[in-house]
């Protein structure tokens, strides 16, 4: 089994480059905001339509990163053990490749790599406007000292071509590793 995280601020590009993969070759997307959305829906009974869009409004955001916030308080590893549940899951099920497009904190990514994950941080530059109360929460910048990734992907706006065959290509690498031809 291979896993890939993705991490990287809003909108850099994570989810682009893990729903890739499950496209092109038939990945299993694990996510952490998946879980989080599902708790909120179920837990405020609030409309699916309006946590869900894409990007994420300010105000759903806002309410996602507390939401988040008040069960990592709870317990700091809440949200993996989710994730890893999903993993287990998934490896059940026959999944040869797990991608996982929202790793934002550093017990996540610790936790991810004792698991054999590959980590993968994805720098958009210049992309977007600075949104107090989001960028500066440590959702969006608890992994911004981190310097344990594997690999580090750099990209300018426009270059999703490029972000997509270096996802491609790191699977690709990483199924060569074990013999296994694409």
Same mark, same amino acid.
């Given at each position: ?57 300010? @105000?759903?955001?806002? =309410? ?7 069960? $990592?308080?709870?317990? *700091? !590893? ?36 004792? @698991?054999?994950?590959? =980590? ?7 992309? $977007?406007?600075?949104? *107090? !109360? ?49």
């Amino acid at each position: 089994m291979r896993i890939i995280a993705f991490s990287g601020k809003r909108e850099s590009g994570k989810t682009t480059a893990a729903d890739h993969l499950v496209e092109k070759f038939h990945a299993k997307k694990v996510s952490f905001a998946a879980e989080l959305r599902s708790e909120l829906i179920a837990g405020l009974d609030l409309d699916p339509q309006i946590i869900n869009i894409k990007p994420t409004p300010y @105000h759903a955001r806002r =309410l996602l990163i507390a939401y988040g916030a008040y069960r $990592r308080y709870e317990d *700091p !590893g809440y949200w993996v053990k989710k994730v890893l549940k999903q993993i287990g899951q998934a490896t059940v099920h026959g999944s040869g490749t797990i991608v996982i497009d929202d790793l934002r904190y550093w017990n996540e990514a610790e936790k991810l790599r004792e @698991h054999g994950a590959v =980590l993968v941080r994805v720098d958009r530059v210049g992309h $977007r406007k600075f949104c *107090p !109360g989001v960028d500066n929460d440590p959702s969006e910048c608890d992994l911004d000292e981190y310097t344990d990734w594997h690999h580090r992907f750099v990209l300018r706006d426009g270059e999703v071509e490029y972000l997509k065959g270096m996802a491609e290509n790191l699977l690709g690498d990483m199924m060569a590793a074990e013999g296994v031809v694409l």
